[in-house]
């Protein structure tokens, strides 16, 4: 019995280890195809350098780039280059990444020709192109500087500016392969190896010098020289200034001010590089600063919500700039009322002083409000309230020779239709003297006003 069994173990161990190979050998094709190229969807064309000589001897490389739909590179393609001009195609190579490659060689004639290539035969073929110049045999006519990029640079940094030159031959076609310098005036900064991009522009990186000042440029190519180019090599900074010099904001919190400061080294040349600070004497704050590359660098002053008078710092190295920010209170809000004295006998003649406080929704004093006073009853009152450019507003009240009970408001108005009007109010209780208290309209007694 022990040896049937460890027969039907083994048998089992058998069978298990052929069914797993069976199964790795399953999976492995599986795997295998899913990673078969797909089918070309697309095919773009390249050719490097873009620009030879109509020698019959100068060459350029065509590049197509084949494609599925998912943007993976498909090989074993049947590409094929062809021309509407009259340069020549060496064999195709595929390199098993999607590209393929062939070599060009000039014809005589100097034109430009589209190159094409196609992947697959039949309808479901696809192809691209892109153009090839071959320039006259005499080479180039003229070289053309264009302007140098940036077009300021710090002196003495590890920065560079960029000057490309672009060579034509006597037909306005690209030149590529000629050997193009550059210069500089006055000397100082240096110009790096030149790069040929091989379509028919040349550049190079200069270095500028300790220096400040303007540097100008000229692009050679043999015999034939460029028009100049200049560009700045500025100094630290040493002026800032803040425009607008007096800004205004509603102290909401919200509300907020574009500001620029521009920056600028002792001769006048503008700072381009810097990191410009804002700071403030209050508690207004700042968005972020952005460097507009031209020497100004611009932010948002965001209110507070306290009105007051501010002073802005920009900051640019050693350079400081300020300017003067008002914040200025928000619509009223809020009314106290209160007479002074609060009873007057009802004589004719006595007089008592209605004092309104305006205040805005952050508890600042609104100074600049119309308002105007009235009664319920028939006192005497001056409805065109005096202000006091501090937040206070008064009128004058003189008793009536009626002992009753009036009812004294303050009316404010912004400006604004939809924000209604706030009222502050007194009432006494009646003859002789009255005695006049100042309340809410509600009657909580608090001397604040409410909405009508």
Request: proline share 5%; with cysteine; net charge negative.
């Amino acid at each position: 019995m022990g040896m049937a069994r460890t027969s039907r173990v083994r048998s089992r161990r058998v069978w298990g280890l052929a069914l797993a190979g069976l199964l790795v050998a399953l999976v492995v094709p599986i795997n295998m195809a899913s990673a078969a190229p797909g089918v070309p969807a697309t095919v773009t064309v390249a050719v490097a350098p873009k620009c030879i000589k109509a020698n019959h001897t100068s060459t350029s490389t065509a590049t197509a780039t084949v494609k599925d739909s998912t943007g993976a590179g498909v090989s074993g393609q049947t590409v094929q280059f062809s021309t509407n001009g009259d340069v020549t195609f060496g064999t195709v190579t595929d390199h098993l990444d999607g590209t393929y490659t062939a070599t060009i060689t000039s014809s005589l004639t100097a034109d430009v020709e589209t190159i094409s290539a196609t992947a697959g035969t039949g309808p479901g073929a696809k192809s691209g192109s892109t153009p090839l110049t071959e320039f006259n045999i005499a080479g180039a006519a003229s070289v053309t500087l264009a302007p140098i990029v940036p077009n300021t640079v710090r002196a003495g940094s590890a920065n560079t500016v960029t000057a490309t030159a672009t060579v034509t031959d006597s037909g306005g076609r690209c030149v590529s392969g000629d050997a193009v310098t550059f210069t500089l005036s006055p000397a100082g900064p240096v110009a790096g190896n030149t790069t040929d991009h091989g379509d028919g522009t040349y550049s190079a990186s200069i270095i500028p010098s300790a220096t400040a000042g303007t540097e100008t440029v000229t692009a050679h190519d043999g015999a034939l020289n460029s028009g100049t180019q200049t560009y700045t090599q500025f100094g630290p900074a040493s002026t800032v200034t803040i425009a607008p010099a007096t800004p205004s904001v509603t102290a909401d919190g919200a509300s907020k001010v574009p500001l620029t400061a521009t920056v600028k080294d002792s001769g006048g040349r503008f700072v381009t590089d810097d990191t410009v600070l804002f700071t403030t004497s209050g508690d207004a704050t700042f968005d972020p600063v952005v460097n507009n590359h031209d020497g100004t660098y611009s932010t948002n002053v965001i209110a507070s919500t306290t009105a007051d008078t501010e002073t802005i710092t920009a900051h640019a190295e050693t350079a400081t700039g300020t300017a003067t920010l008002t914040e200025n209170p928000g619509p009223a809000a809020t009314v106290a009322l209160v007479l002074n004295p609060t009873s007057i006998p009802a004589d004719g003649a006595s007089h008592s002083t209605a004092t309104a406080t305006v205040k805005d929704a952050h508890n600042n004093l609104v100074k600049n409000e119309t308002v105007t006073f009235s009664t319920n009853g028939d006192v005497g009152i001056v409805a065109s309230g005096t202000n006091h450019n501090d937040g206070t507003y008064t009128s004058q009240i003189t008793a009536s020779t009626t002992a009753d009970n009036e009812t004294i408001t303050a009316k404010t108005r912004d400006g604004a239709a939809d924000r209604g009007h706030w009222t502050g109010q007194c009432r006494g209780p009646g003859a002789p003297e009255p005695d006049v208290d100042c309340r809410q309209r509600d009657g909580d007694g608090d001397g604040h006003g409410s909405r009508e």
